[in-house]
């Protein structure tokens, strides 16, 4: 079974503070991805990496940045928190085959992240 | 902008109803669509997924949904819902291999 996991899952950051979020998955998938889940607005995509170094911006990247540097494991980062970042925080990790790079997603379990 | 919609927020059914949620994408290229569920506390997981084929698409617990091209419709269905169906279900978009964009959700209750 593919397991992807993550390092918290309830966070509580005061705004300003530097925050990392970790995320590992075990099934030596090529792709991983960050989005955060936030009521009535479904899952969106901050960052998502393709290769070990390679990142590319999702839909809402401002304020949050991201570290690849294994193929398990993909950071994100907040560098400077503020509240309006306080959200749920979802990991993801799929495989390239066939050329198809956006496969069946398999999910970590998720930060619940406030900020105060 | 591409989007991908769900109609319904939430949807309560007694057991043993039957279940259609709605999914609606605005892409006009070739598409690879997803349902995903998340059960109360635990973490999202893959309900079943159509790349190309029959459009009709089984997935686990019963499930199924039909990919209609000319609606831009990918809507999930299940003759007959229990209770463990109690969940949030995402559909999911990736047009031509680029970009994958989830709708904002249906929440299910069903009431025992």
């Known amino acids: 079974d593919v397991k992807v996991t993550q390092s918290s899952r309830y966070l509580v950051k005061r705004t300003g503070e530097k925050v990392f979020l970790e995320c590992v998955q075990d099934m030596d998938h090529e792709n991983m991805f960050w989005y955060r889940q936030d009521p009535g607005l479904g899952l969106r995509l901050i960052y998502f990496?393709?290769?070990?170094?390679?990142?590319e911006k999702g839909d809402i990247p401002e304020g949050y940045s991201v570290s690849r540097e294994k193929k398990e494991r993909f950071s994100l980062i907040l560098e400077s928190a503020s509240t309006n970042q306080t959200s749920m925080y979802l990991c993801a990790s799929s495989s390239k085959t066939s050329g198809i790079t956006y496969n069946e997603q398999f999910f970590g379990p998720g930060t619940r992240l406030t900020v105060l | 902008a591409q989007s991908v919609s769900q109609h319904n927020h939430h949807v309560i059914l007694s057991e043993a109803a039957s279940l259609e949620l709605g999914c609606n994408y605005s892409y006009g290229g070739t598409v690879n669509l997803f349902w995903y569920v998340q059960y109360p506390g635990q973490h999202l997981q893959l309900l079943l997924k159509y790349f190309s084929g029959d459009p009709l698409v089984k997935g686990i617990k019963g499930f199924e949904a039909e990919f209609i091209k000319s609606k831009f419709s990918f809507n999930l269905r299940k003759p007959s819902v229990q209770w463990s169906d109690t969940a949030e279900y995402f559909c999911?978009?990736?047009?031509?291999?680029?970009?994958?964009?989830f709708g904002a959700g249906t929440r299910l209750t069903v009431k025992p």
């Open positions: 999911a978009v990736n047009e031509n291999n680029n970009d994958m964009r």
């Open positions: 990496s393709y290769d070990v170094k390679m990142k």
